[in-house]
């Protein structure tokens, strides 16, 4: 946890940092402490790279950090609830059922920008459920081969009527685009609205971290010991497509992270899950936080989206999870 907290705090200030436009760690030091009650300190900085630093890049690196988090603790949540290593927001059907939702709001329902986390949850809620009874029809209820299949059909369905609603409004199609691929711009207004809805699911999957050890070894045993498996199962799944639909709803479609990032804990701290969800939750933060950096700056003064990043070091990387996962099933 320690270490954790230590490479989340790094890629956070390189996050605020790093950029096209050129400003000093020293000057960003400087700045800050002239925050600071009682403090008076001048950094030389224009009211301009000020605005930048504190409009732009400060929500901007937050935002990163708390959907990354979100996205790496819904998919550690998911792998716990169906036993399947390779269960993911993305692949499982839970990030193309909330982006499909939030574009009907967005083209053809508006409403106020809180309700667009709801109709994403339902989203990612119907999205699992498809996947997950598709899955069951198709072979053995978990098995990690037919459930992920059952995922990619269920993502390829919802993708393709989600890109058909988006003729609709074809002058808004570039920022649904930009949105598809992954945006973590759009200042304070996004992360406030994001907040609430991380902090209950958050709360929620740290909880049941116990609980999912305990599924682990069985229902029958998990049952003698006093666990309820259905109950805990529906409330770390409403969680997880919580979280999944939080981060989809302000930030887009950013897919891996939440694959990537469980199994490096898992490979680094074991498999508890009361050690795998927290170290998720940061692990995922500073993750997202880095591809970001990698996003902004590999094109500079371009921006590449972020989700582009993650689909090159999450690819490769779940290729090699398929590969491990196979032949310990065989």
Request: glycine share 12%; aromatic share 8%.
């Amino acid at each position: 946890m320690a270490g954790a907290l230590v490479v989340l705090a790094c890629s956070m200030i390189a996050g605020l940092l790093g950029g096209s436009a050129d400003i000093s760690p020293w000057q960003v030091v400087v700045q800050a402490a002239d925050w600071l009650p009682f403090v008076t300190a001048d950094s030389g900085l224009t009211a301009l790279e000020q605005g930048l630093l504190w409009e732009l890049r400060l929500p901007r690196v937050l935002m990163g950090a708390v959907v990354g988090g979100l996205l790496a603790m819904a998919g550690a949540g998911y792998q716990g609830v169906f036993r399947n290593p390779l269960a993911d927001p993305y692949l499982l059907g839970a990030a193309a059922g909330a982006g499909l939702t939030t574009t009907i709001v967005i083209v053809l329902l508006p409403v106020p920008a809180g309700g667009i986390p709801v109709a994403a949850f339902a989203g990612a809620v119907g999205g699992v459920f498809l996947a997950y009874v598709l899955g069951n029809t198709a072979g053995p209820a978990g098995g990690t081969t037919t459930l992920v299949l059952a995922g990619v059909a269920v993502t390829s369905f919802l993708t393709a009527i989600q890109t058909f609603v988006q003729q609709f409004k074809l002058e808004e199609l570039a920022k649904i685009y930009s949105w598809i691929l992954g945006d973590l711009g759009g200042g304070w207004e996004p992360l406030w609205l994001v907040l609430p809805y991380a902090a209950v699911s958050s709360a929620l999957l740290l909880v049941h971290g116990r609980m999912l050890d305990v599924l682990s070894v069985g229902d029958e045993e998990a049952g003698s010991l006093g666990v309820r498996a259905a109950r805990v199962r529906f409330t770390v799944l409403l969680a997880a497509s919580l979280a999944t639909a939080a981060a989809v709803a302000v930030s887009g479609l950013i897919g891996f992270v939440g694959i990537v990032v469980p199994h490096v804990v898992r490979r680094l701290a074991g498999g508890s899950y009361r050690i795998v969800l927290p170290l998720s939750l940061l692990g995922g933060a500073a993750f997202l936080v880095l591809a970001d950096l990698v996003a902004r700056t590999v094109l500079a003064p371009a921006e590449l989206a972020v989700g582009v990043v993650t689909m090159f070091v999450g690819a490769p990387f779940f290729v090699a999870v398929l590969r491990m996962t196979r032949r310990a099933d065989t």
